[in-house]
């Protein structure tokens, strides 16, 4: 099932290209920008370029997890897909559980390209805590794939869970700042933003402890509090998922 | 032996009756169709037997295995193709066989059934690419491939060219011939006549009659108007076959 999944997966070009290998594409374009790549005193040293590498890692897995996986769990319910499968001895649970296991793939595979060719090619410092930048990265997927999968479990149709999705995407990606760098935003934006999904101030700590305090406020929580929060929203949303799922 | 006893079903969406009181046995080796107009509770009462629906009342086996009691046994020996579902679009045609294949403890060879179906030339096709008629060749094969005792078929030929239609029957047949027993759902005449050894009227919701083609035949002229006399409708009119379709 999982092989499968893996080669349908890949045969949907615009997902293996936005989801994977646009978050890279994105970084490096931007690095191609000579102004992003000078470093300033205001921020001591670093580079545009170094601080915003986080986000470019979040465009991937926000982009899987609450626009890719619910279009295709909501077009194998509403094409029979799933009820075809519940009148074989494997439960339609399967199909999801493999949906994930490739979807989650996919985001590491993306995070570990963009990281080596963000080292590669601009410079951009290998995260410096790799344990703790693993833990905010599975937790903060986590609770986007939570939130992806509530989408996935009331919508009914494949092309309202597109939108649902977008809008997800841009609101999220706001917080993460995909829009307007997050150094820029006003203390209580950046603050709410440690409370979004994925968590990307604690991914930007991890990664990288300056880049961290840039983006950081006075008010802002401690780490392993905002992982907690992660981990609690994963958790809440899932089980809300799960109870809201409607296999027809 | 029995293959197959609905006793009683009933169900209900709501205020909506849509199955009243069916009962009919299916023996072993029979083709046993099922005909009716649209809404008459013929889909209702086979989601029933494939376990998609819980029904409100009575009660039904697979080859005496209680449907909701011993479901995982009865999802081994019960193939099923239903209307209206589908696979994914990128899907190739080996690729689903295999998979489906691997759902059972004890499956057919899905290369032979591949050839069987005349789906061998077609096997690194994508789903999205095949005709209706290779579509419904391929969830015919998706039927089979579990290697089930019972095939339930539904609206079976609905949407294809007198050929293709022509084909699946003789099909049908080939299957029947190895020991299946088969359920058939259509309102086409033509079809139940043709295929079955004995077929079941419903109309809203209850069994009307249950009889060989030639008993039905010999109410009427023709088994339309059989139908008609039972039921006081035309099921196969070009109107219901459109909707249908």
Known sequence: MIRIETRLFLRDPATVVFGVLFPTGLLLGLGAIPALRESSPETGGLRSIDIWAPTAL?????????????????????????????????????????????????????????????????????????LEVVVAFIVGYAA????????????????????????????????????????????????????????????????????????ATAGGQPFWLQIAIMAGIAVIASALAAKLFRWE | MTALE??????????????????????????????????????????????????????ISVLGLDVRKHRAQVRELLGVQLQESSLPDAIKVAEALELYSSFYRDPVDWRELMELLGLTGKRNTRYRALSGGQ?????????????????????????????????????????????????????????????????????????????????????ASNLDDAFVALTGRAAGSSESRSKEG
């Not at chain 2, 849509?18 to 649209?38: K, L, M, P, Q």
């Not at chain 2, 109309?203 to 009307?208: I, P, Q, S, T």
């Open chain 1, 58 to 130: 979040v465009f991937g897995m926000v982009m899987i997890a609450v626009q890719h996986v619910p279009a295709v769990i909501t077009t194998y319910r509403e094409r029979g897909i799933l009820r075809r499968l519940s009148t074989t001895p494997v439960h339609p649970r399967t199909v999801l559980l493999a949906q994930m296991i490739v979807a989650f793939a996919s985001v590491v595979v993306s995070a570990a390209l963009m990281i080596f060719l963000a080292w590669a090619v601009l410079d951009v410092a290998p995260p410096e805590r790799p």
């Open chain 1, 144 to 215: 986007l794939l939570g939130l992806g999968m509530i989408s996935a479990a009331v919508v009914r149709t494949s092309s309202a869970a597109n939108q649902i999705g977008t809008l997800l995407f841009v609101a999220l990606m706001f917080f993460g700042g995909a829009f307007l760098p997050r150094v820029l935003m006003p203390d209580v934006l950046r603050e709410v933003g440690e409370f979004i999904p994925p968590g990307l101030q604690a991914l930007t700590a991890a990664w990288s402890a300056e880049a961290g305090e840039i983006t």
């Open chain 2, 6 to 59: 609905v006793r009683n079903l009933h169900k209900r969406y709501g205020k909506h009756v849509a199955v009243d009181d069916v009962s009919f046995t299916v023996e072993e080796g029979e083709i046993f169709s099922i005909i009716g107009s649209n809404g008459a509770g013929k889909t209702t009462t086979v989601e029933c037997i494939a376990g998609l629906r819980t029904p409100d009342a009575g009660t």
């Open chain 2, 135 to 219: 579509k419904q060749r391929l969830s015919i094969a998706l039927a089979l491939v579990g290697n089930p005792k019972v095939v339930i078929l539904d609206e079976l030929t609905t949407g294809l060219d007198p050929q293709a239609r022509r084909d699946t029957w003789s099909l049908i047949k080939r299957v029947r011939d190895t020991g299946v027993t088969i359920l058939l759902v259509t309102h086409f005449m033509d079809e139940a006549e043709r295929l079955s050894d004995r077929i079941a009227v419903i109309d809203g919701g209850r069994v009307a009659a249950v009889d060989t083609p030639a008993g039905l035949i010999a109410q």
